[in-house]
Each structure stands twice: as structure tokens, then as C-alpha cells.
Antibody, heavy 125, light 107 residues
């Protein structure tokens, strides 16, 4: 059974960097059939996909254009975890942040199956 | 970006009713569509993938259909635990995009 456990600060000041970590159990972050995603949810923007990382002999990242200049997703394979870093945050980045897994099956990606519990991040001074 | 237009945005129904939720994509996405159920305080739960494949463990009263730009989620006979918010997700083209949600309420 795959489990994704999130952690991160609940409050971030404007202009600072928001960081949330997702620890994976039951799967290997370096699996060539998995991708690791970040999604956020807010009343104003609904559910919004932010980006993903996956391993295919090397690490690949894909990011939403809306946050591309501010986002980084990195991995720590020794801890089987990945992290979202979003810099220069504003109150508009206040949201519930989720990590999620995507699986490759028969050469086609399936939609997100396992999700973390969510981390509410508020951007406020 | 591909826009996913979901309708209706809210729906009142009774236990035992048959309900249908629709998602329309602004361009063709083959069958790269999933349906999710979300209850308050919980992460979304995948019900359907590949537009019509039922997730293991999900009751057979849930079904999905469609391809290209028009998709539907049908619940054949509503149960009390089905009152929740439902979302579609396209994962054909980056950025992946979700519908705005359908809030299914008890009548």
C-alpha cells in the first residue's frame, strides 16, 4: 500500500519561499513507472496542477507555466521523498497543497492515484 | 491550457437517484481523463481512469464514458456516502487541468 506523508510550515511570509515535503512509503521515488506531482487547491483557483518529477535514467521535471518562474521540485532519494519549493510567494499562493503519485502503465500515464493528506499553507505577514 | 468545463456545478438528488455529471474539454484529450470524489477535509479519491475504467474497490454503481471532448460520470443509484464533490481531470496535455467541480447534495 502506497502512502504519501506531507510536512511543512503552515504560515509563510510574503516574498519568502514556501516548502512542503512528501515522504513516500510503499513505492520507490526512483521507480521508472511512477511520477511525483504537486497540486494545490484554493476556493479562488480550484484544483491546480503545479508540476511533477520522475526518473528515467535521469530526473525530469515538468512545471505549470503559471508558476514556472518560481517553482522547483527536488528529490532526496536516500529518504524516499520529494519537495516543493515555491519562491516569491504572495497571498494568492495561500492554498491546500497536495502531493500525488502518477503511474505509467502500458506506456501511458494514468491520472493521480495516491494523494498525501494535504498541507494548508497561508501566506501572510 | 485545456479548459475542462464541468456541469452542473451543483446538483440536489435523493438516495436511489441516478445522476450524471458532464465534463467537456476545450480540445480533444483522447481518453486521458479521470474522475475524482472529494469529501470535506480529505484528498480527492480516484474513481475512474482512462475515462471509463473503474478504480479497484470503487462500487460498480459508478461508471464513466466518453472520449475526445465529451465525458460523463454516472452514479446509477445514489447512496448516502456518495454526497460529495466530484472533479474531472485531464492528463493529456500540460498543464494538467481539473474541472471546477460538481457539489452533489442531498435533496
Amino acid at each position: 500500500q502506497v502512502k504519501l506523508q506531507q510536512s511543512g510550515p503552515g504560515l509563510v511570509k510574503p516574498s519568502q519561499t514556501l516548502s512542503v515535503t512528501c515522504v513516500i512509503s510503499g513505492d520507490d521515488i526512483s521507480s521508472t513507472t511512477s511520477a511525483w506531482n504537486w497540486i494545490r487547491q484554493s476556493p479562488s483557483r480550484g484544483l491546480e496542477w503545479l508540476g511533477r518529477t520522475y526518473y528515467r535514467s535521469t530526473w525530469y521535471n515538468e512545471y505549470a507555466v503559471s508558476v514556472r518562474s518560481r517553482i522547483d521540485i527536488d528529490t532526496e532519494t536516500s529518504k524516499n521523498q520529494f519537495s516543493l519549493h515555491l519562491n516569491s510567494v504572495t497571498p494568492e499562493d495561500t492554498a491546500l497543497y497536495y502531493c500525488s503519485r502518477q503511474q505509467l502503465y502500458d506506456d501511458a500515464w494514468r491520472p493521480f492515484d495516491y494523494w498525501g493528506q494535504g498541507t494548508l499553507v497561508t501566506v501572510s505577514s | 491550457d485545456i479548459q475542462m468545463t464541468q456541469s452542473p456545478s451543483s446538483l440536489s438528488a435523493s438516495v436511489g437517484d441516478r445522476v450524471t455529471i458532464t465534463c467537456r474539454a476545450s480540445q480533444g484529450i483522447r481518453n486521458d481523463l479521470g474522475w475524482y470524489q472529494q469529501t470535506p477535509g480529505k484528498a480527492p479519491k480516484r474513481l475512474i481512469y482512462g475515462a471509463s475504467s473503474l478504480q479497484s474497490g470503487v462500487p460498480s454503481r459508478f461508471s464513466g464514458s466518453g472520449s475526445g471532448t465529451e465525458f460523463t460520470l454516472t452514479i446509477s443509484s445514489l447512496q448516502p456516502e456518495d454526497f460529495a464533490t466530484y472533479y474531472c481531470l485531464q492528463h493529456n496535455t500540460f498543464p494538467y487541468t481539473f474541472g471546477q467541480g460538481t457539489n452533489l447534495e442531498i435533496k
